[in-house]
């Protein structure tokens, strides 16, 4: 299984930004995608996450409203859409693939496979 994510760049507080991770070499039904960031010196964090079919979405209190996951399942793509980005945004953003225990979504270690990361800046 390959996970590539693009899309980072700069850009200036309060703009919009879609990452995109492209998955590859394997069949991804029942499992669950996510996207973490980890910033500089800090450990990773929980962005979004879904799973592959169906299910509910979740996101960090500290997205919440501002970011949507979403997925185009004939293209084996997955996004993230964010909006209203702020300094705080700033960080290394990483897609993941796995099969997380219930309640674990948000912990690193449940994930196999990780894209390579694409920066985003945001500033002015």
């Known amino acids: 299984v390959q996970l590539q994510a693009s899309g980072g760049g700069l850009v200036q507080p309060g703009g919009s930004l879609r990452l995109s991770c492209a998955a590859s070499?394997?069949?991804?039904?029942?499992?669950?995608i996510t996207w973490f960031r980890q910033e500089t010196g800090k450990e990773r964090e929980f962005v979004a996450g879904?799973?592959?079919?169906?299910?509910?979405?979740y996101y960090a209190d500290s997205v919440k409203g501002r970011f949507t996951i979403s997925k185009d399942n004939a293209k084996n793509m997955v996004y993230l859409q964010m909006n209203s980005l702020k300094a705080e945004d700033t960080a290394v953003y990483f897609c993941?693939?796995?099969?997380?225990?219930?309640?674990?979504?948000?912990?690193?270690?449940?994930?196999?496979?990780w894209g390579q990361g694409t920066l985003v800046t945001v500033s002015s």
């Open positions: 879904r799973r592959w079919t169906g299910g509910s979405e």
């Open positions: 070499g394997g069949t991804f039904s029942g499992y669950t």
């Open positions: 993941a693939v796995g099969r997380p225990a219930a309640g674990s979504i948000r912990t690193p270690g449940m994930y196999y496979y």
